[in-house]
């Protein structure tokens, strides 16, 4: 979505009632006729792109949905639903249609997943990545490293720690400043910090992850901080899993050098 429709409460309410699905007549007279109240279609028309005559294939189409009701009068008056029944209508039927695509995911995912992968897998765009890292998060059973410049450690990525923390994975993280380890450690009492390995403002890199030693990833920055989370440049990732798989022996045997270098002397 265009952050600028904020600015234009008619063009963002448009915007998001075609990505609802809505024709764009269909979205332009719904949202004519809330700031209206009540109107008919010479009044919809008038305060909208939609021509009359396209009015009533719209009210047609946002009648089935429930959106509308008709008033049979001469000419014809038209009232939209309030926007908390919008907004409910259409949560319930993206409720019902997330459902029926999990349902529907499921039984087409092999029995089997392979754990062992020969080669490496590429991930694009910063938001991409990070569902990449919270799903590996959330499959953790024993142990999680990561390492990470403190804008990439967002609320999502530390919640699903902390979910992972209280479920008895044990958490290492390096790499972030001494601001964000202090939040971590109020965020993840149990989070065991650790020096990162190199000086991270000086390099590209983005994150390095290894969980339970068999799924690693590494990302770096592409196109620096500004840029956009949904940009396919604005981070580029690598993972693999398997203990065999090279991706993994090499990351493997880094961070158990690293996290055994910063054990104290017994």
Excluded: C
């Excluded at 792109?49 to 959106?67: F, K, M, N, S």
């Excluded at 009068?73 to 997330?98: C, N, V, Y």
């Excluded at 989370?229 to 690293?258: C, M």
């Amino acid at each position: 979505m265009n952050p600028d429709s904020f600015d234009d409460p008619h063009s963002a309410a448009i915007e998001q009632l075609e990505q609802f699905g809505l024709s764009g007549y269909a979205a332009r007279t719904f949202v004519a006729l809330v700031s209206l109240g009540t109107g008919t279609a010479k009044d919809v028309s008038g305060v909208s792109d939609v021509p009359r005559t396209r009015v009533y294939d719209a009210i047609e189409e946002l009648q089935e949905l429930g959106l509308v009701d008709v008033q049979q009068s001469s000419p014809k008056e038209f009232w939209a639903i309030s926007a908390d029944t919008t907004t409910r209508k259409f949560e319930q039927e993206m409720g019902h249609r997330l459902s029926t695509l999990t349902t529907a995911l499921d039984e087409l995912e092999p029995a089997q997943q392979s754990e062992e992968q020969r080669g490496v897998w590429t991930v694009d765009s910063q938001e991409a990545v990070t569902d990449r890292v919270i799903e590996f998060i959330n499959e953790a059973d024993d142990e999680i490293v990561y390492m990470t410049v403190e804008g990439l450690l967002t609320d999502d990525v530390i919640d699903v720690l902390r979910d992972a923390s209280e479920r008895g994975v044990t958490i290492s993280l390096g790499g972030v400043s001494a601001d964000v380890q202090e939040q971590i450690q109020e965020e993840i009492p149990n989070a065991e910090l650790f020096e990162s390995l190199w000086v991270w403002s000086d390099t590209p890199a983005g994150r390095l992850m290894m969980v339970d030693g068999t799924q690693t990833l590494v990302s770096v920055l592409v196109n620096g901080a500004d840029a956009a989370p949904t940009d396919p440049r604005s981070e580029t990732a690598i993972w693999g899993a398997g203990e065999t798989n090279s991706l993994v022996v090499v990351l493997k045997a880094i961070f158990t050098w690293r996290l055994g270098n910063d054990k104290p002397p017994e």
